[in-house]
């Protein structure tokens, strides 16, 4: 029997786990979740689910909440009203209990620069109640090359891998990243990434805050973009891109008179030509009927694009106008 299997058959630190034959309990339940800063709401009325093996992307405009909920989600704050259930248990009172089965990646994390790669790790398991092996700790993120370098010596995108090897140590069942790959480079965001994949792969549940949207895009199952501290707009990565509707765009000459199609808007473009955007539910049918038209019209389609929506326009949605519905 591996060790994730015989995790989910015993207790921890009285926190009940599932048989195997038993349907996976939400790993992370918020109900009605509200919190105060004096006069202001930072959270209120926030509903999240979070699953076993499913990486949730946690998204916010500025000031939406986002980084509050997290406290609550890891037991740093009360709530003002409403619930957070961790593993079942309250993470306040069950504090100790739900952190042997948790692990963090911060923003920035606090390193010894004098310590070697492995000696930090070794580190981090003498805090832990967590058992794992350095090797295939640091093998996992790409670092068991680099076992006996000073933390000191580490690139940016090395010290991140160092900081998930820590956090995963010993194979918790939930980890939560907050903007794991902000300031790094390309090569190193993808390592990231595929690092993030294989822990999902492996039946763990991430967290995932980010600035990047295609980053949540790419990774999350699920998601939820936060304004004024309510949830404004959740569910699969389908569900949320199908708030908004698909459009083609395209570009005019010069004097050329748009079409009169349900659902085009025009606008001036550059070196005289005209920008026209159709937004329908049904991608194929509108670009045929724009198509169509120019064909029929004699008139030339410059910059032709039909497009699916993208988090992006849900996010700038959700920035610009409130709840996205």
Request: with cysteine.
């Amino acid at each position: 029997m591996g060790e994730r299997a015989e995790r989910a058959d015993r207790r921890r630190g009285g926190v009940p786990v599932r048989g195997r034959d038993t349907p996976a309990s939400p790993v992370v339940e918020i109900r009605d979740l509200r919190f105060r800063y004096g006069g202001h709401a930072a959270v209120d009325g926030v509903d999240l689910t979070v699953h076993p093996g499913e990486v949730f992307g946690l998204l916010g405009t500025n000031g939406a909440g986002k980084t509050t909920t997290l406290e609550l989600l890891q037991g740093f704050r009360r709530p003002a009203s409403g619930t957070v259930r961790m593993f079942g248990v309250d993470p306040v009172t069950a504090g100790p209990a739900v952190r042997r089965r948790t692990g963090a990646v911060l923003q920035q994390a606090g390193f010894l620069d004098e310590l070697t790669v492995a000696e930090t790790v070794r580190l981090t398991a003498s805090l832990s109640s967590r058992t794992d092996d350095v090797r295939d700790c640091l093998a996992r993120v790409g670092l068991a090359h680099r076992r006996d370098v000073a933390v000191s010596g580490l690139s940016g995108g090395e010290r991140r891998r160092l900081d998930i090897a820590c956090a995963t140590w010993g194979g918790p069942d939930l980890v939560i990243m907050d903007e794991p790959t902000t300031g790094l480079d390309p090569e190193s965001r993808a390592v990231l990434w595929g690092i993030v994949r294989g822990l999902r792969d492996a039946g763990t549940a991430v967290v995932l805050t980010t600035h990047h949207l295609e980053e949540a895009e790419a990774l999350a199952d699920r998601l939820a973009i936060m304004h004024g501290g309510r949830v404004a707009v959740g569910g699969t990565l389908a569900e949320v891109l199908a708030t908004r509707p698909a459009a083609v765009t395209a570009e005019l000459d010069p004097g050329v008179v748009p079409p009169d199609l349900p659902g085009l808007a025009s606008a001036p473009a550059a070196q005289g030509r005209t920008a026209l955007r159709l937004e329908a539910a049904d991608l194929t049918r509108a670009t045929h009927a724009l198509t169509g038209w120019a064909i029929d019209a004699g008139a030339r389609l410059h910059r032709l694009r039909a497009t699916e929506a993208g988090l992006d326009e849900v996010f700038h949605a959700v920035a610009g106008a409130g709840e996205v519905r």
